[in-house]
């Protein structure tokens, strides 16, 4: 493990019962090892915690804090990275699902190139882990300006090298602090880097916060609007274009 970079997964959860075991699974199953899973509980009411707990007294690379109080997934998140001791961070959703190639084939594609962010594409599964047959694909180099047109970049395909890309805050917003995250990163310069290799299986679940596509559009427009201080009409015509790009992301 000497020379081998340590990853830190950033894994915020909130009653997620009946799929945590199977993300954290897929991270134990990971081809590359060297990682640290760290888990940050937003003060769950089912059995979130217990089922964390049983996977952390079987392996010592797994850190969980489960939180006194819900403060919502951006705060979890950014107490997740807090904790963080590697050079890489990994974002992972709690009902999300690695391929076990996954940080491996990211890890190598960063360091070869010496780049500081980069995300995949992925598949899409069904509650039950089912695969829907639906690929949403990395479309390549973003800039700021191209990812503010097309949101692409799912979140748990994200990994971000800390020696080049210093600060990752995660700003609060309820259903687009990822795309908001994603965009205060890009804005200093930087550009993330699109993965073809298909890494990260995307759970589609009917109740989740995401998958309210109208609460999920307000919380960008606000995103487009408060954080990036878009003109209105700057910010109506990248509104337009992420609505195309989604309607067509899940065709």
């Given at each position: 493990?000497?020379?081998?970079?340590?990853?830190?997964?950033?894994?915020?959860?909130?009653?997620?019962?009946?799929?945590?075991?199977?993300?954290?699974?897929?991270?134990?199953?990971?081809?590359?090892?060297?990682?640290?899973?760290?888990?940050?509980?937003?003060?769950?009411t089912?059995?979130?915690?217990?089922?964390?707990?049983?996977?952390?007294?079987?392996?010592?690379?797994?850190?969980?804090?489960?939180k006194?109080?819900?403060?919502?997934?951006?705060?979890?998140?950014?107490?997740c990275?807090?904790?963080?001791?590697?050079?890489?961070?990994?974002?992972?959703?709690?009902?999300?699902?690695?391929?076990?190639?996954?940080?491996?084939?990211?890890?190598?594609?960063?360091?070869?190139r010496?780049?500081?962010?980069?995300?995949s594409?992925?598949?899409?599964?069904?509650?039950?882990?089912?695969?829907?047959?639906?690929?949403?694909?990395?479309?390549?180099?973003?800039?700021?300006?191209?990812?503010?047109?097309?949101?692409?970049?799912?979140?748990?395909?994200?990994?971000?090298?800390?020696?080049?890309?210093?600060?990752?805050?995660?700003?609060?917003?309820?259903?687009?602090?990822?795309?908001?995250?994603?965009?205060?990163?890009?804005?200093?310069?930087?550009?993330?880097?699109?993965?073809?290799?298909?890494?990260?299986?995307?759970?589609?679940?009917?109740?989740s916060?995401?998958?309210?596509?109208?609460?999920?559009?307000?919380?960008?427009?606000?995103?487009?609007r408060?954080?990036?201080?878009?003109?209105?009409?700057?910010?109506?015509?990248?509104?337009?274009?992420?609505?195309?790009?989604?309607?067509?992301?899940?065709?």
């Open positions: 493990m000497e020379n081998q970079p340590l990853v830190s997964v950033i894994m915020p959860c909130y009653n997620m019962e009946k799929f945590i075991a199977y993300t954290i699974e897929s991270v134990q199953r990971q081809t590359y090892t060297h990682w640290e899973l760290l888990i940050v509980d937003d003060a769950s089912d059995k979130t915690a217990d089922i964390v707990k049983s996977h952390q007294n079987q392996d010592d690379r797994i850190q969980f804090y489960v006194p109080k819900h403060s919502g997934i951006a705060d979890t998140r950014n107490q990275i807090k904790m963080a001791k590697g050079r890489f961070l990994a974002f992972l959703d709690s009902d999300d699902l690695w391929h076990p190639e996954k940080l491996e084939q990211q890890l190598q594609f960063m360091m070869e010496n780049i500081g962010f980069s995300y594409s992925y598949d899409c599964v069904d509650e039950k882990g089912y695969p829907l047959e639906k690929r949403v694909k990395a479309i390549g180099n973003l800039d700021h300006d191209a990812y503010m047109h097309n949101t692409i970049i799912g979140c748990s395909t994200v990994m971000i090298d800390t020696t080049i890309i210093k600060e990752v805050v995660v700003p609060n917003f309820r259903t687009s602090e990822d795309s908001a995250t994603w965009l205060n990163i890009l804005k200093k310069g930087f550009i993330a880097y699109g993965i073809d290799s298909c890494l990260t299986s995307y759970r589609i679940r009917q109740h916060a995401s998958s309210n596509k109208l609460k999920a559009a307000s919380d960008l427009w606000r995103v487009y408060k954080q990036e201080k878009l003109s209105l009409f700057k910010a109506i015509g990248c509104f337009v274009s992420y609505a195309f790009h989604a309607v067509k992301k899940r065709l």
